[in-house]
């Protein structure tokens, strides 16, 4: 099966329409940047991917079906869709195990992902609010990997980290992938998708405007 495959997925608000006829599948082994300008539909078509907003029309399957029709999709797909959602008096420790609970993924995995974020067990237990946003980022990416999944669905998710931070996510991303599992992530910075992804879809008001592999892709630019 394909891992993710968006088929003809069309979105409208009243006479707005926010995702436009796109098309595209994103692979095993493979990075996937989804890439515009902000308002161009990147989250809202991630929204339908997560079963988080229905489509107007089309589809968007991941690992064949439909979101809501996976026999488990908290676990099957990690997602970071809206990362200004954690509530800030959780100590780190607090948000990840939540999620942990959320999904029914083991508590073990708990602590592995503060070591893979680089929290001490003191650092743990300190509250949201005051970590540093790209601290908070990388929480949000480790909370998508928590179920052990063979999909990430990321929104946005360089948001905020710095260099040492994007570093870091690229290094986690190129390994999932090299397991063979899909990444499909989104950025309206070319320089960070360009870094980041092996493949990408370009996307502008909605509608697709180029895909291929980066290198391909920006051969001319
Ligand atoms: P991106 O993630 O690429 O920045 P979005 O998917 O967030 O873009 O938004 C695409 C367009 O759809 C924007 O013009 C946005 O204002 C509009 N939009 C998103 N959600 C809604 C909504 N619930 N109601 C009306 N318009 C929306
Ligand atoms: P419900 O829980 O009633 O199915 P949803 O918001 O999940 O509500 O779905 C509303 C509409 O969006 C339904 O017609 C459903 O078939 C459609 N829908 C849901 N997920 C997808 C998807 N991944 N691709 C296309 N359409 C979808």
């Not at 088929?7 to 995702?19: C, I, Q, S, W």
Request: glycine content about 12%; proline content about 4%.
């Amino acid at each position: 099966v394909t891992m993710i495959e968006i088929d003809h997925l069309t979105k409208r608000y009243g006479a707005f329409t926010a995702v436009d006829d796109v098309s595209f599948t994103a692979r095993p082994g493979v990075v996937t940047g989804f890439l515009g300008p902000n308002g161009a539909g990147k989250s809202t078509a991630m929204r339908i991917m997560c079963g988080l907003t229905p489509a107007s029309s089309g589809e968007a399957r991941i690992l064949g079906a439909r979101y809501r029709d996976l026999t488990n999709p908290a676990l099957q797909v990690g997602t970071l869709l809206d990362a200004s959602a954690q509530h800030a008096g959780r100590t780190g420790r607090e948000a990840l195990t939540l999620a942990a609970i959320a999904i029914g993924a083991p508590r073990t995995r708990v602590d592995e992902m503060l070591s893979l974020v680089g929290l001490t067990p003191d650092e743990s237990r300190r509250r949201l609010r005051n970590y540093s946003l790209g601290m908070r980022q990388r929480l949000g990416i480790a909370g998508a990997l928590l179920g052990d999944p063979q999909v990430l669905i990321l929104d946005e998710p360089a948001n905020g980290l710095d260099p040492q931070g994007i570093h870091w996510m690229r290094g986690l991303l190129r390994g999932f992938a090299d397991q063979g599992r899909t990444v499909l992530l989104s950025s309206h910075l070319l320089h960070e998708v360009e870094q980041t992804a092996d493949e990408i879809i370009m996307i502008g008001r909605g509608r697709i405007v180029a895909q291929g592999a980066t290198s391909e892709l920006l051969a001319g630019q």
